[in-house]
């Protein structure tokens, strides 16, 4: 299984940056996907996730308003839409998948997710 994030780097505050997520190696459609960031010296944060057919998303409330998630079942990707950018969404963002039924809730915490990509840097300056 690989997940391959793209689309991270140095933009300023107010910018926008479009995350991507490739995977292979999984059946995509039987796993619900998360993106995570983690600052320096900080724990790994949920930012956001969609369900497996995309019909469910939820946001950290730091997010919230400001960033959007979807999915491509058929091209087996994830994007992270990032708008309004602050010098304080300044971390390393990770996808992840989760195996999960289709009345499962998405989880939240970095411990229920079986799959991770190497990470893509973003960096906001102000």
């Known amino acids: 299984v690989q997940l391959v994030e793209s689309g991270g780097g140095l933009v300023q505050a107010g910018d926008s940056l479009t995350l991507s997520c490739a995977a292979s190696?999984?059946?995509?459609?039987?796993?619900?996907m998360g993106w995570f960031r983690q600052a320096p010296g900080k724990a790994r944060e949920f930012v956001a996730g969609?369900?497996?057919?995309?019909?469910?998303?939820i946001f950290a409330d730091s997010v919230k308003g400001r960033f959007s998630i979807s999915r491509d079942n058929d091209r087996e990707r994830v994007y992270l839409q990032t708008n309004s950018l602050r010098p304080e969404d300044t971390a390393v963002y990770y996808c992840a998948a989760a195996l999960a039924t289709l009345a499962a809730p998405i989880p939240t915490t970095p411990s229920a997710y079986d799959y991770w990509g190497q990470g893509t840097q973003v960096t906001v300056s102000s």
């Open positions: 969609v369900h497996r057919r995309g019909q469910t998303t």
């Open positions: 190696g999984l059946t995509f459609n039987v796993y619900v």
